[in-house]
């Protein structure tokens, strides 16, 4: 017998699994109490934080006691109604919304056409690159004067700016979008024949959604900042002027409640176009796509 035959395998020792209680590890799973379950929705986290800072509004107004400087938040809310329900303000927010709208479509559909271009032609990248870098940094403020020579006092000037505050923000976050598709897609549309607008809306926009929509949101925010700095200094964009005008006229008259009543609509719109709109847009595509969480 050799020496290996003579080593003895080796036997590891036995043991015993003796039985853990359920109670040393603690819950494993439980019902959620009611607290819990309310605090897990957005919309009551978000109401806290809203309430926590109108308290806070007020009680300092209160403090500081000088409605001309700084009114309570109580004060505020009851100018808003009656502004609202009986005064010019719900005129002014049409207005304001009208302008508005217009000039977001104008500058969704021109940023449509330099993005189409752009993913489409050598020529047409280039140009969007160029402007992009030439015109996205100057402010659409900047602008207020050469509008004011070419379209004059009124709605068209408030268009123009908006389009230019809309339009490099918009096509800079959508070519960002198509350029980072991978190139599986790419070849995948290619395969099938796609080119041009069709190319672009049956494999980019899908693939580069997430891009897209933040685009639209930085446009939103942009022009809905321009347009009331272009109201206050514009003054009257239509027979009855906007919000930025509501809130021009108020200060003049050193209605400091009027005032916060102007910027809580102004507010509250943003608000809803925020956590309505685009919130409901991002659940029906990217995160039901689960390109997002």
């Known amino acids: 017998m050799g020496k290996a035959d003579k080593i003895a395998p080796h036997v590891r020792p036995e043991y015993e699994v003796t039985d853990v209680a359920a109670a040393q590890f603690g819950e494993v799973q439980r019902p959620l ?106 402010p659409a403020i900047a602008l207020l004067p050469l509008a004011l020579l070419w379209f004059g006092l009124g709605i068209p000037s408030l268009v123009f700016v908006i389009v230019h505050s809309v339009l490099w923000a918009v096509a800079l976050n959508t070519h960002t979008g198509f350029k980072s598709v991978s190139d599986t897609l790419r070849m995948a549309g290619q395969n099938y024949g796609l080119t041009g607008v069709r190319y672009v809306m049956a494999i980019l926009i899908p693939a580069a959604f997430p891009s897209i929509l933040a685009g639209l949101k930085i446009g939103w925010a942009f022009a809905w900042r321009t347009l009331i700095a272009a109201e206050l200094v514009f003054g009257v964009s239509a027979r009855s002027g906007g919000l930025g005008w509501y809130i021009f006229e108020n200060r003049n008259l050193l209605e400091t409640a009027n005032v916060f009543a102007g910027l809580l609509t102004v507010i509250v719109i943003g608000l809803f176009v925020e956590g309505v709109i685009f919130r409901a847009i991002e659940a029906r595509t990217v995160r039901r796509w689960g390109m997002q969480r």
């Open 33 to 138: 109490s009611m607290f819990e379950r309310i605090w897990n929705v957005t919309g009551v986290r978000r109401f806290v934080v809203v309430a926590s800072l109108a308290i806070a509004w007020e009680l300092y107004a209160r403090y500081l006691n000088n409605p001309l400087m700084f009114p309570p938040f109580s004060e505020v809310v009851e100018a808003f109604y009656l502004a609202f329900a009986k005064g010019p303000l719900f005129g002014r927010m049409l207005t304001t919304l009208q302008v508005l709208l217009i000039g977001y479509g104008c500058g969704l559909a021109l940023a449509a056409v330099f993005t189409t271009l752009a993913v489409s032609t050598r020529f047409g990248n280039d140009l969007l690159s160029t402007l992009t870098a030439m015109f996205n940094p100057l």
